[in-house]
């Protein structure tokens, strides 16, 4: 049976059980069914191997043993995987104990599946059985693969809207990998930090995550969203954290919205993220591990997956500040450095994908913005901005590590390098950018080392929500003026929430982006926004003739 054939099976059948996911969180705990009251979170799976995935659920067995409370019995949770929707015949099954210990998650790595082969699975406990939900292995490494569908997503603020991006995404039939690029929840208190002034859906715990007891609620709340729970049961997830997993602006020992003393020291904090989001993410991490690590689809493409939180340097304060130009300062550490060039120098694939929390093009401030646009953009990068033409406009990204980034590009110039894609979120605007040799000349020579695509927010501020302006309005002439700054900038939208889709072939890469109507509105429509398309061997960036098929 072809590829296209078993996807399609996934799909047709998908739908099932995508109505048994949504009906957990809508029937809600009080006066629910048996699996509503056991499965509140959903079930989730995630980072493929040829032979293996994680599968991921949480029991609530008592009412008592809320999230965080420490509270509840540990009790054996059964699960089982088929390669059949109606689980005739069964692949692999098996049972493990959820307790307070774990916060009653469950998570399993499933080993011993069949390669490119898609999966159903569910989970039991005290008799009842969870929704079903659909998976799908990695392709062999070496196979011969013609496509890769994934969903691109960043920066889900439950405050600022509604995951409709997540409920468009998971209504496709063409998904075969979830990637969210990070801030997959967010830390703030209720209304600290919302949609514009309206705090859509409030935060619990209602103050800022800061104990380990708060950073699993957290979760908790946002795995209570049917949008998000449908996402999860479509296809297995790939993720990785950038700093809202953890408080803004993380950096290795501390973050900007940390205060030591008042909120305990960071390495507690720190630690606490991290254990929460071992606990509740269908991820391959276990605390104190590392999180970067990378996956394959055959042939076609490996997808490197990076933290670039954990081991940076601090950020300069300042990007006028000389520090910057530091040859020592990191974004990755030394470690994941090497890690990240033996990725991109992977002779054994075509395309070298990287899931890249941060903007890596860089990106320098025009001297023809007005002060309002220039205070704007301080605050959606959550930085002083200096009125100075020609700085980078937000040191969090890799801008703020110049000298390294130097390196990394370097790598795929002097290795001819060719289909290296970075796939990033962060910004809250869509972009498409090549990755310019020397953004000095590039204007004249065009050269190129790679391309770099972001995905816009689920629903978190950008520049007309900061503004207070009409989306389309005001932020035209940003645009505008950065990309004439900036001429490796092709493509640049500061003010649309929604979501991408990614194609990858051996002809080329292909990258879709959609924007919600209303992230205020549960029911937003979402619209095709714009493609752009990378052909295979140009390192360039171009508009696509049309949307994927
Ligand atoms: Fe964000």
């Known amino acids: 049976m072809s590829r296209r054939s078993l996807l399609q099976i996934g799909a047709a059948t998908t739908g099932t059980a995508l109505v048994g996911a949504a009906a957990v969180a809508v029937a809600g705990p009080a006066g629910a069914t048996p699996t509503a009251r056991l499965f509140v979170h959903g079930v989730a799976s995630g980072d493929p191997l040829p032979d293996s995935v994680i599968l991921w659920t949480r029991v609530t067995p008592q009412p008592t043993a809320t999230p965080g409370s420490g509270r509840g019995a540990v009790v054996p949770v059964s699960w089982e995987m088929s ?138 709340q946002y795995k209570t969203d049917p949008d998000l729970q449908a996402l999860h049961a479509l296809a297995p997830w790939v993720v990785t954290w950038d700093d809202h997993e953890s408080a803004n602006d993380a950096w290795k020992n501390g973050a900007e919205n940390h205060t030591p003393g008042a909120e305990g020291t960071w390495s507690a904090r720190k630690a606490a993220s991290q254990q929460a989001y071992a606990e509740w993410m269908p991820v391959r991490y276990t605390p104190g591990g590392t999180l970067y690590r990378r996956f394959r689809c055959g042939r076609l493409a490996s997808l490197s997956m990076l933290d670039l939180r954990s081991y940076r340097d601090e950020q300069v304060s300042s990007p006028v500040d000389p520090a910057i130009n530091d040859p020592a300062r990191t974004i990755t550490g030394p470690d994941q450095e090497r890690f990240l060039l033996e990725g991109l120098a992977d002779a054994t694939v075509q395309w070298k994908l990287v899931g890249n929390p941060v903007m890596i093009a860089p990106v320098r401030l025009p001297s023809t913005l007005d002060a309002r646009a220039v205070e704007g953009i301080g605050t959606l990068v959550d930085a002083e901005v200096p009125p100075v033409a020609g700085v980078p406009y937000n040191v969090d990204q890799w801008d703020g590590y110049p000298a390294q980034r130097a390196r990394v590009l370097g790598v795929l110039r002097d290795r001819g390098i060719r289909d290296a894609v970075f796939l990033t979120g962060d910004i809250h605007s869509a972009w498409a950018a090549d990755l310019p040799a020397d953004p000095a000349t590039y204007p004249v020579t065009g050269d190129s080392l790679g391309v770099e695509l972001v995905c816009t927010s689920v629903t978190s501020d950008n520049l007309d929500d900061i503004l207070n302006t009409p989306p389309r309005t005001a932020s035209l002439a940003v645009e505008t003026a950065i990309k004439a700054n900036n001429p490796h900038v092709k493509y640049l939208d500061f003010d649309s929430h929604g979501f991408s889709v990614l194609e990858v072939t051996p002809a080329g890469v292909q990258m879709d982006w959609f924007t919600l109507i209303d992230r205020t509105d549960p029911r937003s429509a979402a619209v095709w926004s714009t493609s752009w398309r990378v052909p295979a061997g140009t390192r360039k960036v171009q508009p696509a003739p049309r949307r994927l098929a």
């Open 83 to 220: 390669a059949d929707p109606s689980f005739r015949r069964i692949a692999r099954s098996g049972t493990v104990n959820a307790g307070p210990a774990g916060d009653h998650t469950v998570k399993v790595d499933v080993r011993g599946l069949t390669p490119a082969t898609s999966y159903w699975y569910r989970f039991r406990c005290q008799g009842v059985a969870s929704p079903v939900a659909r998976t799908r292995t990695a392709p062999a490494d070496g196979a011969a693969v013609p496509r890769l569908r994934m969903a691109v997503v960043s920066c889900a603020n439950l405050q600022a809207g509604w995951f409709s991006a997540y409920r468009h995404l998971a209504a496709r039939r063409d998904i075969d990998v979830v990637l969210h690029l990070g801030d997959y929840l967010y830390e703030y208190a209720p209304g600290e930090y919302q949609a514009r002034d309206v705090v859509v859906r409030p935060h619990d715990p209602p103050r800022e995550m800061v104990t380990l007891s708060d950073y699993r609620r957290r979760h908790a």
